[in-house]
């Protein structure tokens, strides 16, 4: 069956440098590894970025989980001025774009084959891709990130939002993105064949 669409992955596929993110998160909360701040606030869709930033210190810092290895009177509680204004400094850097990203875009545009944007997203990164100005060139409702969708990859139904928004079956798209078990087997598991993925990063 022909290929009537390309989904894509957004971090490590349209955009390529995410080192300002993650140096904003190192530097906004101390005494928390990367991992820790990014995955809790993908699971979370907050009201806005300012937001996020307080249920991370409340969270975190205020009413911490029990951890064994640090006391609480030792935490180094984040101010919540300082920290928004970090987070309008990295806001206003531009994330740098795969070099074809854009030609390759138009490119599926003039030859009429549909593409729609699939990622894991949070408040701190959801407007990216407004950013890069790629957004332009979505249909509107084929821009589906995982904080306002409530499902993140490689749940099924994230991809199937996408489908239903293209009115296609997975036989009928090829998911592009960087990691196998989010961007590529999920696809195949709902039916797809023929999936491709870009191997060249493990983010």
Request: charged residues 30%; hydrophobic residues 35%.
């Amino acid at each position: 069956m022909n290929k009537k669409a390309v989904l894509f992955d957004l971090w490590k596929t349209l955009i390529v440098d995410t080192g300002s993110y993650k140096q904003f998160i190192l530097e906004s909360f101390p005494q928390k590894t990367y991992e820790e701040i990014h995955h809790f606030a993908l699971e979370n869709d907050f009201r806005s970025a300012r937001n996020c930033i307080s249920n991370i210190i409340r969270t975190f810092y205020i009413n911490p989980q029990k951890d064994k290895n640090q006391k609480k009177e030792d935490m180094i509680i984040p101010d919540e001025e300082k920290v928004f204004r970090m987070y309008l400094k990295f806001h206003e850097s531009i994330p740098e774009l795969n070099p074809y990203a854009i030609t390759t875009l138009l490119e599926l545009k003039k030859r009429n084959i549909r593409f729609a944007l699939i990622s894991n997203s949070n408040n701190f990164l959801e407007d990216a891709h407004i950013r890069t100005h790629i957004d332009s060139l979505f249909e509107n409702d084929l821009i589906i990130l995982s904080h306002k969708i409530g499902y993140k990859k490689p749940h099924p139904r994230i991809y199937q939002a996408a489908l239903e928004r293209l009115c296609m079956t997975p036989q009928e798209v090829i998911m592009i993105g960087d990691q196998v078990e989010k961007d590529v087997l999920p696809i195949e598991k709902l039916g797809g064949k023929d999936t491709v993925a870009l191997l060249e990063s493990s983010g």
